[in-house]
């Protein structure tokens, strides 16, 4: 085991937005710290943010698109699943209209994220039909 890299970032759980210190070592995560600097929580964190990395390199997560064909999921390219899911939207939209279709966004994603989504929902699909437990 060699010496860690330390490499910043934001946590991604929730909306607070706490500064990280991810410590990497072989590409592996081997620990979280807060980040002292980070004005939001000046190195505190929840127990989410230090502790609750493993999932991280799971073995059973997905690490490609899965499209049911047949009755079965079967992995698929990210094209194939982008190409599906836009004629899928575009059959709904033409047959029941744009207010059949909704978006929920999500507080683990960026302001940026959640802005180019809602763009999405208004400007392609055509509704205002988008929530998200981001704006409790
Ligand atoms: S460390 Fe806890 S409080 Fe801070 S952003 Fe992550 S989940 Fe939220």
Redesign the pocket.
């Known amino acids: 085991m060699g010496e860690a890299a330390k490499v910043k970032t934001?946590?991604?759980?929730?909306?607070?937005?706490?500064g990280?210190v991810v410590e990497v070592d072989n590409n592996k995560i081997v620990k979280i710290r807060?980040d002292k600097e980070a004005p939001?929580?000046k190195g505190q964190?929840?127990?989410?943010?230090?502790f609750a990395y493993e999932y991280v390199h799971d073995k059973s997560r997905l690490t490609s698109p899965l499209i049911r064909k047949a009755g079965q999921l079967v992995e698929t390219t990210w094209e194939e699943a982008y190409a599906f899911i836009a004629e899928k939207l575009e059959a709904i939209k033409s047959q029941f209209g744009p207010e059949a279709i909704t978006m929920f966004a999500t507080a683990r994603s960026t302001n940026e994220v959640n802005y180019v989504t809602q763009k999405f929902m208004r400007t392609v699909i055509g509704s205002n039909n988008i929530d998200g437990c981001n704006r409790t």
């Open positions: 934001v946590c991604g759980y929730c909306g607070t937005g706490c990280l807060g939001v929580n964190t929840c127990v989410k943010g230090s």
